[in-house]
């Protein structure tokens, strides 16, 4: 299974402050209704066997929140991702004004995964409290890599110098095939 993440705003570098939990959950947020979109355009694939609705659907409550994961260990899924991220600093420049590359895909990644209960703790929850995530763990990435380039459009603030333009090729795969994942494969 193929699809595409996009994401268009602020990311800076991890750090343990609490501003940083807030800008990873808004990340996930985004990556949230795109693939509550994608749920809803392939429903009755992604749906586990035995199960009739999303109701139905295993989760993960974290705080206020519910949590949703495509990827799931339990189904024998993995994924990898293809990243195009295009940033104000220079090609090859790996570390900018944004932060070090490395510590701003940790973030990326963090904000893919569902957040355990202390990344989630006093943050608004959405009207439905269901956010749907990539993966449970990031430890089911099998490998990604990440091409740089620079964002051609003019900054407007020095706020803007944080601003990046993501497009996420994911691919899902199955370690090991199983009437559990099948559905995944069967119409992408």
């Known amino acids: ?6 994401y ?17 959950h808004a990340i996930r947020c985004v990556f949230g ?8 355009i392939h429903d009755r694939e992604f749906l586990d066997p035995g199960c009739d609705g999303w109701d139905q659907m295993p989760r993960r409550e974290c705080g206020d929140f519910l949590f949703i994961s495509l990827v799931r260990e339990k189904l ?12 104000r600093d220079d090609p090859g420049r790996l570390v900018g004004s944004g932060g070090d590359l490395d510590n701003r895909i940790k ?4 904000a893919l995964r569902v957040p355990d209960e202390v990344e989630v703790r006093g943050l608004e929850p959405t009207p439905d409290r269901l ?9 089911l990435i099998t490998g990604f890599r990440v ?18 333009r993501l497009i996420i090729n994911v691919e899902v795969k199955a370690t090991k095939l199983t009437p559990e994942n099948m559905a995944y494969f069967s119409h992408f």
């Open 76 to 87: 024998n899924l993995v994924c990898d991702l293809d990243i195009l991220f295009l940033r």
């Open 131 to 139: 956010i749907v995530c990539l993966m449970e763990d990031d430890k």
């Open 107 to 110: 973030v990326l990644f963090d």
């Open 8 to 24: 268009d705003g602020p990311l800076k570098a991890a750090s343990q402050s609490e501003t940083r939990r807030i800008e990873k």
């Open 33 to 40: 209704r795109q693939l509550s979109e994608l749920f809803a």
């Open 1 to 6: 299974m193929n699809f595409r993440l996009t």
């Open 147 to 164: 091409t740089t380039d620079r964002l051609l459009e003019p900054s407007t603030s020095e706020a803007d110098q944080n601003h990046v």
